[in-house]
């Protein structure tokens, strides 16, 4: 085996080498791909009689949790009915995720002076 000859069974090994590596990376990279962004979630609390934020805008796909921290029942309820808790006691949560666009209203139907207003919109 002479020097050139040497060189181009190195490259050729190299070359190899470089194959595994991108075999390899092809195998890992679906996994890797596959795995969504996790969509986030958001809290409101529910606090002195007020949701806060009383107004959000959020992704489409979030998840917005609503904690009742006052020591009176309350509820989160939409005023096109898309959703509704039940009368959230002290630390009771209630979420709904917003899956389309759109500007979501709702009140607390024990005090309707409570209001608050989730804005959907693609970021
Ligand atoms: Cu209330």
Request: charged share 20%.
């Amino acid at each position: 085996m002479n020097r050139a000859t040497a060189s181009v069974a190195l490259r050729s090994l190299r070359a190899g080498a470089l194959l595994v590596l991108i075999v390899g990376a092809a195998f890992v990279a679906p996994a890797a791909s596959t795995s969504a962004a996790p969509s986030s979630t958001v809290d409101i609390n529910i606090a002195k009689f007020a949701y806060a934020p009383k107004e959000i805008t959020v992704a489409p796909g979030t998840k917005i949790v609503w904690v009742n921290q006052d020591q009176t029942p309350h509820t989160v309820t939409s005023n096109d009915k898309s959703f509704a808790s039940k009368g959230l006691d002290t630390d009771d949560k209630f979420e709904h995720t917003f899956a389309k666009e759109g500007d979501f209203s709702y009140i607390c139907t024990v005090h309707p002076f409570m209001t608050g207003v989730v804005h959907v919109r693609k970021q």
